[in-house]
């Protein structure tokens, strides 16, 4: 599955068009609201492709969002206690 992955938050899709179309939305969404140059961070992105990025947040953070292929398709074989 496909694993879409934001500020605090994860959503797998089955089909890579799919996650593709949310993985845009809120990359340029929080690009939209924070400001900046980096319009069209995510058009080079190509069908079936994986990204990474990470942008600049407040007070020196960074913001990671990422579209990857997740092989364990969210399944948890076992816990391991910290």
Same mark, same amino acid.
């Given at each position: 599955?496909?694993?879409?992955?934001?500020?605090?938050?994860?959503?797998?899709?089955?089909?890579?068009?799919?996650?593709?179309?949310?993985?845009? #939305?809120?990359? !340029?969404?929080?690009?939209?609201a924070h400001g900046?140059? %980096?319009? $069209?961070?995510?058009? @080079?992105?190509?069908? *079936?492709?994986? #990204?990474?990025? !990470?942008?600049?947040?407040?007070?020196?953070?960074?913001? %990671?969002? $990422?579209?990857?292929? @997740?092989?364990?398709? *969210?399944?948890?074989?076992?816990?391991?206690?910290?």
């Amino acid at each position: 599955m496909w694993l879409v992955s934001g500020i605090d938050e994860e959503h797998r899709f089955r089909e890579w068009a799919d996650a593709a179309a949310f993985y845009r #939305q809120i990359v !340029e969404e929080w690009v939209a609201a924070h400001g900046g140059d %980096r319009a $069209g961070i995510v058009d @080079d992105l190509r069908l *079936g492709d994986t #990204q990474q990025i !990470e942008l600049p947040a407040e007070h020196g953070e960074k913001v %990671r969002f $990422g579209l990857t292929w @997740d092989a364990g398709g *969210g399944r948890v074989d076992h816990f391991v206690a910290c």
